[in-house]
């Protein structure tokens, strides 16, 4: 396996529901991934599928009335359905309830237990059917599953289970001794976090007589077991069934949400280990979307559905929007009026005006022909450094999942090259049949700019970066290196003016339903979209210091609507695109934020990580430049422009209430 194998996995969905805009988001994000590695030259696999044993998809087929095989079938269908819709080019679909699949789980389990690492026993605690697993008291908040919303019930009953704890040193371990190994930071500070208490054994099966909808344990057919010990598998058993195993193990990127993290940081590592397998290379762990009504779900009714947003803007549209405004690792609102704001700045305008005008002149000047190009002078140094340092720092940039730098940084060449023809100014040149060698070079490089840009963001918008290219008169035979070799293009080639790529998406209609939908009150839009509906500013001035300010008095009610918390800072990094803003990640109890503060200009990102502040916890969750705060640290500022943290004179748990 060399340096150039690459094999990324989304998470098995369960079809319990249908899919909504996160699978979506994670899905696409891995197929952008993964073109790029193809587009590297890299030897590429890319797994997604469907987790469809356990109880909530047993109870959701009891629920429609038909067999848990014919319920299955059904919603893996509509999940394969919409990633061909999506465009996504996934290698291979894999189910649970595939043969394949179950007989590497049963090879596992039996390896497992004959090493003795799976006892039975009888187990009593919390179970949440939504996780499909036992919650400790530490995970609940007030007495309900974080994620679900819903309190779990107590059971009671004889399971086998694997001895996960006896992996806990070597974990801990493994996770310092591999800084990369669960990314972002964060997500690694928080398993650690995690492995710092016992993390008991971990319940694998079921009997049978009460869930029968699983995989009986190859030793004892009276227990199926489901969803974690079967699910994590998947990873494997797909490459197994294929006999590419030596090809793509371990070389695996999972990529998930923050919701499964300890399944896939904690309970996957140990099994691996146990199993004598080979433990998976990456764990790149992402944020939520939310709406301003919280999380997905379909009991409230909020769920943003990705087919809908494909049919109205297109798929390479929402594509953009979704890799563009998400910084890795953090939680994000997604708006509508936000998705057509981005797709009208960076497609419409930026992007479609080059190709325009560049079509357009070249009409103009020289039939649609490619003209010949001179050597570049002094003033096309700019652009051409720009272009050919492109690739390279595209690959900084993805390496580190900071897709949206890594995007931004095309649009700067893009939005350099509209400069240039700003400044080079070809009308003028045209005027002058001396210039017209000076005038064919500007014309050459704009549509090399386009050929490189069109290359560049072809993992993100595949279908109108060919496009692109077709006006161009080129095909599809590119590799990434093609975005920065500049001087591909050649002189004689015949280019053709299309439709437009993106047009323009009209904001005052869109603002028009939008702000009927909010006063009807049928709307699941974010903060962000109401706040642009109703001409209000969402700003990083929202948490701005202002220093000491005397206020109308309030009475203890009006204070009490006020909730300050202790937090604990975790993990803490400058915000990607503010100079003055810090992104925070802090504790509450077992509760993980991300908070944006606008005190960098006092603190340096290492020298919070430990500290125990004071937050206002009940704030409203506001984006501040592209990432959602759902908090605000309190800090005091004086009139020399001194400025501190709060910070408490004794050790207070991380969680507890300031009155
Ligand atoms: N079946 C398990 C995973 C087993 S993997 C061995 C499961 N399924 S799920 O259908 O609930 O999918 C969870 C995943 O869906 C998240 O980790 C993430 O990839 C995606 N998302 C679901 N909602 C999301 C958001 N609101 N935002 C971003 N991604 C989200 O857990």
Redesign the pocket.
Known sequence: MSDKTFYAT?????VNAEPHI??A??TILVDVVTRYHRLKGDDTFFLTGT?EHGEKIQKAADAAGISPQAYTDQISSKFRSTWDDLGIRYDEFIRTTEERHKKTVNEILQTVYDKGDIIFGEYGGLYCIGCERYLTEKELVDGKCKDHDTVPEYRSEENYFFRMEKYRPWLIEYIEDNPDFIRPERYRNEVLGILREPIGDLSISRPKDRVPWGIPLPWDDNHVTYVWFD??I?YYSALESQGTTERYWPAVNHF??K??LKPHGVFWPTMLKSAGLPIYKHLNV?G??QTDTG??SKSKGNVVRPLDLKDKYGNDAFRYYLLKDMSFGLDSTFGELGLAERVNADLANDLGNLLNRTLGMLNKYFDSVVPESAEPTEADNELLTSFKALPADIDVFFEKLQFDRGIERIMESVRLSNRYIAETKPWELAKDESKKERLGTVLYNCVEALRCAAIALSPVIPDKSLELLAQLGLGDNYTIEGAGNWGLSYAGTKTQAGTPLFPRIDMDELRASVEADVATGDTNMSDETTAIATGEAVSAETEEVTGIVHKDEVTIDDFAKLEFRVAEIVACENHPKADKLLVLSVKLADEERTIVSGIREWYDAEDLVGKKVIIVANLKPVKLRGILSQGMIMAAEDADGNLAVSALDKDIASGSEVR
């Open positions: 989304t998470p098995i969905f369960y996160g699978h988001y994670t987790d699910a994590l998947n998930i949400a919701d499964i992402h939520y979307w999380k997905m």
